[in-house]
Structure formats: structure tokens, C-alpha cells
């Protein structure tokens, strides 16, 4: 790969509680890339609306606060304004205010740079709903990985437990769906599966079977176009 070749991004879109963050980090992890959790970022303003008590619907202010984000990522740890947060993002009060917020095309546009700095050699792995669509419309590869509803819920219920977080499957399966609609209806970079996307669905896969084949399509195309 010459020096002004772009670092290949594979870009991993999908529905909350997909898996998709799991599959991304090990596929990163396989190839030597760097990985973004974009979702972490949502959430991280949505976290610090709340600590700021932000009004909702002050749009600009909103986008300021996402602009100015004081934010640190290291390995699987991430701080704001050097405080631990990598538990407090993960709330489903985090989750549904981050779908919210999200819906602001303000808040969009003060991320956008943010994501695409993660894009450092050997390449990235990106994850969440624009990442083929909005911020890497050139990635090498783009899939689209989701599972029922059912199955997101299942999964994110044991997720939930294993940390020792109480809670109900029935709540999170309508969770999971109210967010679903949110993230698909909205108007700017709504969640599908867009046409050049591979569709994953991981319901009756393991998380190894979900990687393999993130992996093996990669290969596909290093053969071919010799990324
Ligand atoms: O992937 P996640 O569940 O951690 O994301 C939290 C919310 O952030 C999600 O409901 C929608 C929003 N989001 C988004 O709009 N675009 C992204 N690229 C990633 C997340």
C-alpha cells in the first residue's frame, strides 16, 4: 500500500445489542487495527448532558457540548474529562438519551471529524449505524450485522447480568425495539442496510462463527483488489 492510499476501514453497521462491537473489537483484534466504537461517542455526549443538566432541546448547545468533548480513549478504557466512564456509558439511561441525541444533525456534524481521526494505519474497524454510509463511504468493506430482536434482548440481558446489573428482558426487548424505530425513522443518517452493505445475520451464529466471516470477506477482497 503506496503512502497516499488511504488506511482500509472495515465499517460494521447495525441495530443496538447486534453483537457488532464484539465482532468488530475481534476482527480488529485479528488484523492489527485499530478499532472505533462510534456508539461510545453518543454516549458519552449523552452522559455529559446529563451531568451538565444540558436543556434537550437547545440544539446548539448540545452540539457544542459534543464538539468540545474532553475525551480519552485508551484500549478498552474510556475517560471524560479524565474520569472513568467506561461502566457509565453502558446504562440503558445512556443508551436511549445517546438515540435521542443522536436524531440532531448538530450533534452528527460535531462527531464526524472526531470518528474519522480514528482512521490510522494499518486500518480501522469501525462500528455503529453510519459508519459505511456517512463517515467512510469508501471502506473496503461494509456490513450490515444484526440479529432479532429477540436475540439482542437474550444477549443483552446476560450482558447485563454478568456485570451484576439488574434487569428484565421483558423491558429490554421493548428497549431494543423503541430504539430500533428511533434509529431507523429519523431523517439524517437513518439505520438500513444499505445496497453495498454484506448482510451478517448473528442469530444462530457464535460470536467466532460472526468473525470468521467478517474475516474470511475480507480476505476475499485483500485477494482481489490487494488492499
Ligand atoms: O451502538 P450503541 O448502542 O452503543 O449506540 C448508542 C446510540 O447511539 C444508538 O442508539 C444510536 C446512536 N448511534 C448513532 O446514531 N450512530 C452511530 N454511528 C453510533 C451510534
Redesign the pocket.
Known sequence: MDKLTPPPVIAI?GP??SG??TVAQRVAHALGFHYL???????LVALKVLQAGYNLHDETQLADAARNLNVVFQDSAISLEGRDVTDDIRTEQC?IL??QL?AYPGI?AALTDRQRAFRQRPGLVA?????GSV?FPDAALKIFLTASAEIRAQRRYKQLMEKGINANIADLLQDIKN?DD??RNRSI?PLQQHHDAQLLDTSSLTISQAENAVLSWYDEIRAKNRV
Open positions: 453497521d443496538s445489542a457488532k462491537g466504537d462510534s456508539g461510545a461517542l453518543y454516549r443508551g445517546a438515540s443522536a452528527r462500528d455503529g449505524r453510519d459508519m463517515i430504539r428511533r434509529d443518517a
